[in-house]
């Protein structure tokens, strides 16, 4: 089983469009979640840290339920600049390798005019 | 602030020639460093991790080594360099805690012919 998992989508949506990324996690045991955003040929960037309450970023929000071990993100009022793919990210939790984090695959977004 | 540098941007490589990716990282003392190899299209793959200068933990067997000669220097090398090793080569740092992001230098995409 992998760690993290997520539907790579492709998601396309129109500008303005409210867009949902979901993403499950295996070990219980993990304490520190993000997502990062991936542009073409470039490098992951942090978008954003996920806390237990849930927060948010502007037009983005990330939540986390641990019961399900479960975590979303959420963009209101899509750019084009959204355009992206979103990785969703765990780390190792107690007694794994130190800093350790798990990649999901990501999910493809494609906001169109 | 810190900043992560990578070098080179782009390599083309023949089958069997050597290889030297280095990653340097400013304005932090002791981080975690870590090599990632992505695959087009594929996910994130963690090849080596280090918590300090000479000490080296490999994830996945394989033809490249890694080395860490300095505290914030971090080396990927290989003797032979084999088709499957073309990719995108991404060095990460993140600060000594379990718990925190890892940031990404800009990455080198190896084309091996």
């Known amino acids: 089983r992998k760690e993290v998992e997520q539907d790579p989508g492709p998601f396309n949506v129109p500008e303005g469009a409210t867009v949902a990324f979901n993403c499950t996690y295996s070990?219980?045991?993990?304490?520190?979640f993000f997502w990062y955003r991936q542009d073409c040929r470039k490098e992951p960037k942090l978008l954003m840290s996920?806390?237990?309450s849930g927060n948010e970023d502007g037009r983005f929000t990330a939540q986390l339920n641990r019961a399900s071990q479960y975590i979303s993100l959420l963009i209101r009022d899509s750019k084009l600049s959204d355009s992206a793919t979103y990785l969703c990210?765990?780390?190792?939790?107690?007694?794994?390798?130190?800093?350790?984090?798990?990649f999901g695959r990501g999910t493809q977004l494609t906001v169109w005019p | 602030s810190q900043t992560i540098h990578q070098w080179p941007a782009t390599l083309v490589q023949p089958v069997g020639s050597p290889l030297s990716l280095e990653c340097t990282v400013e304005g932090t003392s002791n981080p975690n460093l870590y090599w990632y190899r992505q695959a087009a299209g594929r996910g994130l793959q963690l090849l080596f991790y280090?918590?300090?200068?000479?000490?080296i933990s490999s994830e996945v067997p394989q033809n490249l080594s890694a080395s860490r000669p300095q505290d914030r220097q971090f080396i990927l090398s290989s003797k032979k360099l084999l088709l499957s090793d073309s990719g995108f080569y991404l060095c990460a740092w993140t600060e000594r805690s379990p718990y925190n992001e890892q940031f990404f230098g800009p990455g080198t995409r190896l084309t091996v012919l």
């Open positions: 990210v765990v780390n190792g939790g107690r007694g794994s390798t130190l800093g350790r984090l798990y």
């Open positions: 070990n219980s045991a993990s304490q520190s």
């Open positions: 280090s918590v300090g200068i000479g000490q």
């Open positions: 996920v806390y237990s």
